[in-house]
């Protein structure tokens, strides 16, 4: 003989206690407070949630027809809450709003969102307004920030656009060749793009000089520029503008200066100025006797006429006997922090540096090399092909996107030049493809992080824009063809 437990009576106001707690974790959970209109004795219960959040005294209060929830809505939402809730109301019996509301404790404002619902008695008419609201203060002010980041982002690239465009109208105004007109153009759109990097590493917040100077000069021409100073920080527009200054000296350098030679030498030092802006000497010597040129060319203009008023002081530039000779000068609005004057001695020259061997003394040959180029950028693709198809390379493709590469994998070809991102979408499957057949491919991308998003290691790296000599000798480097040093 069996005996069954009995089961434990349940009845409505057991329910009713269950519902409430549970209805209690819910509001606790999603962080929300709740009040409820008594339309009939117009009376407002405002919960403990709720007065938490809106800083509105809990308990019962005369509801005054609805007004008095919104004594504490902001003025400048308060009609328009009113109109919207009672016509939601109407229409639909339920509403849900966003506005902002003034602490009546601390004055705080905050963005709110609230939810209610009607009850209507038989007959129709409100017998209760049951309601919630939550604080959306911290995801308004992400919104915000995020749409002002945006416009900000609208306004730079619309800037870098325009200046680009400059740059390529001046550069050819004064330049007499197609050549030479790639050659200078490339330079100066790279000397932005490693600007925009460093920017990038610190979400724009600026660059240290020596960072900037290291990014111009470090692989320009081995062991013979040297670089030091105090580490200041330049603001965003002050970085663009140094790198491009430094990019024309060097330039020039390397073209008629202390750098188109073995035993010349190039010397850049900075320091903080009492004012809170700074100074750049850049100093050449043992290069061949300099001499003004017969003619200014953009480059020179660009220093002279440009750069120091974009750093809010001046820019001379001297053509003496033993090397050219650049003084910058920038006021205190050209760096991030006010800067702290530092004598001129190694105690205060915590940035230093020395340039190392650079791409230009290096030699790739890619003659036969297959090479399948992953693009989703039509044009670069195009331009890709053609340039190395010259230097001597096979191309195959262009390929524009994952199914398209992924259905040449097994084509026969040497290397592959695959871009991180193809119309938004990771190339890692074609990464994993490719380590899967032992394939080599050098990964081409604008992100300094796009590496570790492909996963499988590439043979190299080269950072968007590039130009086909860094191409080339990654391919090299990627098939072990020789690029000597």
Do not use: C
């Not at 407070?33 to 005369?62: C, K, L, Q, Y």
């Not at 900000?152 to 656009?161: A, C, Q, S």
């Not at 702290?340 to 030699?363: F, L």
């Amino acid at each position: 003989m069996t005996s069954t437990k009995p089961e434990a009576p349940e009845n409505d106001a057991t329910q009713l206690a269950v519902a409430k707690a549970r209805a209690a974790l819910a509001f606790e959970a999603a962080d929300l407070g709740e009040f409820e209109w008594d339309a009939v004795r117009d009376i407002i219960t405002i919960s403990p949630r709720m007065a938490r959040i809106t800083g509105m005294p809990e308990g019962e209060h005369p509801a005054q027809v609805g007004e008095y929830t919104l004594t504490t809505v902001h003025p400048d939402d308060r009609d328009e809450l009113r109109r919207v809730v009672t016509e939601k109301l109407t229409l639909k019996g339920r509403y849900t709003v966003e506005y902002r509301l003034i602490r009546p404790d601390d004055q705080r404002v905050l963005w709110m969102e609230g939810s209610g619902v009607v009850v209507r008695l038989p007959g129709g008419a409100p017998q209760y307004l049951i309601g919630v609201v939550r604080d959306i203060s911290e995801r308004k002010a992400a919104d915000e920030a995020r749409e002002a980041l945006v416009a900000e982002l609208d306004h730079r690239v619309k800037n870098v656009l325009a200046t680009v465009q400059s740059l390529a109208a001046q550069s050819a105004r004064k330049t007499t060749s197609i050549d030479a007109f790639l050659k200078t153009f490339t330079g100066r759109l790279q000397a932005m793009a490693a600007a925009h990097t460093l920017l990038t590493r610190t979400r724009w917040r600026g660059a240290e000089i020596g960072d900037v100077v290291g990014a111009e000069l470090g692989a320009l021409a081995h062991g013979r520029a040297r670089w030091s100073g105090p580490a200041l920080v330049l603001r965003p527009h002050a970085t663009n503008a140094l790198a491009l200054a430094l990019h024309e000296l060097a330039s020039n350098a390397v073209k008629f200066g202390a750098l188109s030679t073995e035993a010349g030498r190039v010397e850049v030092r900075w320091f903080a100025q009492v004012s809170g802006g700074f100074e750049l000497v850049w100093a050449e010597r043992r290069g061949p006797l300099v001499e003004p040129p017969e003619r200014q060319g953009f480059g020179m203009m660009l220093l002279e006429r440009v750069t120091g008023r974009e750093l809010g002081g001046t820019a001379e530039v001297e053509f003496r006997p033993e090397g050219l000779h650049a003084t910058l000068r920038a006021d205190a609005g050209a760096l991030a922090e006010p800067a702290v004057p530092e004598a001129p001695t190694e105690k205060g020259r915590q940035n230093e540096g020395r340039s190392e061997a650079s791409d230009d003394d290096q030699h790739a040959d890619i003659t036969g090399l297959k090479v399948l180029v992953v693009e989703d950028a039509l044009l670069l693709a195009l331009e890709l092909e053609a340039a190395l198809t010259e230097a001597g390379a096979i191309v195959l493709g262009p390929a524009a996107n994952l199914e398209e590469a992924l259905a040449m994998m097994d084509q026969a070809f040497d290397v592959v030049l695959l871009d991180a991102d193809l119309n938004g979408r990771s190339a890692a499957p074609i990464a994993a493809a490719l380590a899967e057949r032992g394939r080599p491919f050098i990964l081409a991308t604008g992100n300094n992080d796009a590496a570790a998003l492909v996963a499988e290691p590439p043979a190299a790296t080269v950072r968007k824009p590039y130009n086909v000599r860094q191409i080339a000798l990654a391919l090299a480097k990627a098939t072990g063809r020789n690029a000597d040093a």
